[in-house]
Structures are given as structure tokens and as C-alpha cells.
T-cell receptor, first 115, second 113 residues
Framework: EPEVTQTPSHQVTQMGQEVILRCVPISNHLYFYWYRQILGQKVEFLVSFYNNEISEKSEIFDDQFSVERPDGSNFTLKIRSTKLEDSAMYFC?????????????FGSGTQLSVL | GDSVTQMEGPVTLSEEAFLTINCTYTATGYPSLFWYVQYPGEGLQLLLKATKADDKGSNKGFEATYRKETTSFHLEKGSVQVSDSAVYFCALGISGGYNKLIFGAGTRLAVHP
């Protein structure tokens, strides 16, 4: 069964450093997403991406965040200058269509720890 | 705004016990409702869904009914197994919202033999 792959599974960084979280969506999917979960809190939507541009973003997704599809297979989330409060599990997801959330496939997540 | 509230865990049960995990929601419009499951070391997997009031979603022995009058979508299973140990997330999908899901905080279930 096709799956969404995220690397690394764990990332530790120093406050103020830049981090890039990587995702390989399912190959024929066109819509890509990032969600995050701070420990003990809810899973939160960050951003959706289609046709090489952001289609929707949450208020969490400020200027410190950016997303990119640098080639035909990867989808990345960059945090330019990490803060302690960015520590969370980050989930990538993809879907073939833009509607019908039951067709959303999630990766296993990257646990980001900012020290 | 739209939100989901689910019961806090952990929930600890013996094998073959009955499971209920409560989930209530607040939403404008007509959302779809979902239960996702995360097994250790794996991603979020869709467990079941319901797209309109009174729909019942079911999968792997789990069931949940979309109750508009009580704004609830409680997850139930008649007889849990050790292999059901996981974190369960209730979520709502905003209609027209590009697969934007609003999640609850998750409920960890531990089933002992």
C-alpha cells in the first residue's frame, strides 16, 4: 500500500537554528499538507499546498514557516529560526483531490525538539 | 470557531471489555466527522467516517454515529483486543475546506491481556 514517508523521525535543534522537515507524498497525489501536534495538545492544521502554491494556511503558519516542493517527489517544511514553542510532532499528509478528507493519507511524523 | 473535544486518556481496559471514547464537536455548516488511529511508530490512519447526520461509520469492529442533536460522534467497540492499543483522534472536516481537519487532542487506549 502506498504511504507518505517523513524524515527524519526525530530532529533536535538549537533555538534560532533553521530546520527542514522532509516528506515524500504518495506519487500520484496533488495536494499536500502539514499538521503539527504539540505534546498533550490537539493536532493542528498548518498549511495546504497545491499547484506549487499555498492554498490555505493557519494563523500558526507565520513568516518563520515556508513550504516547498523542490522536485517531483519531496515536500518540505522549513522553519527559519526555531523557537522553543515550535517543539512538536509534525505530520505531513497528501491527497489526490482537494475535497473529501477521507482520502487524506498521513505520514508517521517528525518529532522536533528545540532546545 | 469549529472545535472538537474528546475525553482525556489514558483509557486502560482489559481484553474483551467494552470501549467508549467520547467526542463532541462545535461547527458551523455541515461537517464530516472522522476517527483516526495512530499505532505506535506509525502515521495517522483513517479508522472510520460519517458525512451526514445519523450516518454510522464502522470499521474493524469500531462504530460511531453522527448525532447532530447532541453534536457527538462517540467511538465504540464491543470487545477490545490488545492490538487495539493506540491513540485515537476524533476530527471534523470543514466543508469546502481543502481537506482541512480540526482534531481533538487524542485519547490513548491501553488494552491489557
Amino acid at each position: 500500500e502506498p504511504e507518505v514517508t517523513q524524515t527524519p523521525s526525530h530532529q533536535v535543534t538549537q533555538m534560532g537554528q533553521e530546520v527542514i522537515l522532509r516528506c515524500v507524498p504518495i506519487s500520484n497525489h496533488l495536494y499536500f499538507y502539514w499538521y503539527r501536534q504539540i505534546l498533550g495538545q490537539k493536532v493542528e492544521f498548518l498549511v495546504s499546498f497545491y499547484n506549487n502554491e499555498i492554498s490555505e494556511k493557519s494563523e500558526i503558519f507565520d513568516d518563520q514557516f515556508s513550504v516547498e516542493r523542490p522536485d517531483g517527489s519531496n515536500f518540505t517544511l522549513k522553519i527559519r529560526s526555531t523557537k522553543l514553542e515550535d517543539s512538536a510532532m509534525y505530520f505531513c499528509a497528501s491527497s489526490q483531490g482537494g475535497q473529501g478528507a477521507e482520502k487524506l493519507f498521513f505520514g508517521s511524523g517528525t518529532q522536533l525538539s528545540v532546545l | 470557531g469549529d472545535s472538537v473535544t474528546q475525553m482525556e486518556g489514558p483509557v486502560t481496559l482489559s481484553e474483551e471489555a467494552f470501549l467508549t471514547i467520547n467526542c463532541t464537536y462545535t461547527a458551523t455548516g455541515y461537517p464530516s466527522l472522522f476517527w483516526y488511529v495512530q499505532y505506535p511508530g506509525e502515521g495517522l490512519q483513517l479508522l472510520l467516517k460519517a458525512t451526514k447526520a445519523d450516518d454510522k461509520g464502522s470499521n474493524k469492529g469500531f462504530e460511531a454515529t453522527y448525532r447532530k442533536e447532541t453534536t457527538s460522534f462517540h467511538l465504540e467497540k464491543g470487545s477490545v483486543q490488545v492490538s487495539d492499543s493506540a491513540v485515537y483522534f476524533c476530527a471534523l472536516g470543514i466543508s469546502g475546506g481543502y481537506n482541512k481537519l480540526i482534531f481533538g487532542a487524542g485519547t490513548r487506549l491501553a488494552v491489557h491481556p
